[in-house]
């Protein structure tokens, strides 16, 4: 099954893809997570995108869709992908269609996660990563259970993104607003979109989720 997790910044998106990861056996394919490791790697891709991801702004939809279309054509996504920060434009919607079809697939559903704008900014500006093995936290809604070490493995550093500060969030959401959310539209017009509650507890937000699959499945 091949789903989309649209929503702003901070919606819960990468949470609920790595949730679905675990349950379904779908890969998560997240455009952001791919743009920072070839920040990391220091490719040229990695190099170009930083300054556009530090202050906001979308990176060019033709590195986008090189990045993804190599993806997907990687064997360990033929469960099925949850995209996550993908599509961001109409011309990447319509991309993503076609690869889709040329890959004998198609998309089955679009999931909008609906959340008010300053939960978001809380969400974000709260944010960070253990440094070892990537496992997401929150200052108020996700702590560690025990101060400062990671649940998952341990390690006592974290990170913080350089875009998750409270100028840059609502840069995001401006964005978002003009560039991405369109695309309720779009696939609302396909027959796809399935809107959800992006503000109720993590749990809850799982649960509707997997109503929607349990439909989409039926
Ligand atoms: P990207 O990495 O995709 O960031 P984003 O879309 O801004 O989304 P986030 O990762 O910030 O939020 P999320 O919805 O995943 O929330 P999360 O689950 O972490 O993109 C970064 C940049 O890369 C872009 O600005 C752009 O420059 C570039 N880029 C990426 N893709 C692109 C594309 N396709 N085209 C062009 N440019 C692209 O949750 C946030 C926090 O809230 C966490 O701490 C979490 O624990 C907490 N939380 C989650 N759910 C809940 C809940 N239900 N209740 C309470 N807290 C919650």
Do not use: W
């Not at 990687?74 to 996550?84: H, I, L, M, R, Y």
């Not at 997401?136 to 990671?150: Q, S, T």
């Amino acid at each position: 099954m091949n789903l989309i997790l649209l929503g702003p910044p901070g919606a819960g998106k990468g949470t609920q893809a790595k949730i679905l990861e675990q349950a379904h056996g779908f890969k998560q394919l997240s455009t952001g997570d791919m743009l920072r490791a070839a920040i990391s790697a220091g490719s040229e891709t990695g190099v170009k995108a930083k300054a556009i991801m530090d202050r906001g702004d979308l990176v060019s939809d033709d590195v986008i869709l090189g990045i993804v279309a190599e993806r997907m054509d990687k064997p360990d996504v033929s469960q099925g992908v949850v995209f996550d920060g993908f599509p961001r434009t109409p011309a990447q919607a319509e991309s993503l269609d076609k690869m889709l079809k040329a890959r004998g697939g198609k998309l089955d559903g679009v999931i909008e996660m609906k959340v008010d704008d300053e939960a978001l900014v809380k969400r974000i500006t709260g944010r960070f990563t253990c440094a070892k093995c990537g496992k997401g936290y929150h200052d108020d809604f996700a702590k560690p259970k025990k101060v400062g070490i990671c649940d998952v493995c341990g390690s006592t550093e974290f990170t913080r993104r350089p875009d998750d500060n409270e100028k840059t969030v609502r840069d995001r959401l401006q964005v978002y607003n003009k560039q991405t959310a369109p695309l309720v539209e779009y696939y609302r017009g396909q027959g796809n979109l399935h809107v959800i509650d992006g503000m109720a507890d993590i749990g809850q937000v799982t649960a509707a989720i997997e109503t929607v699959l349990a439909q989409l499945k039926a």
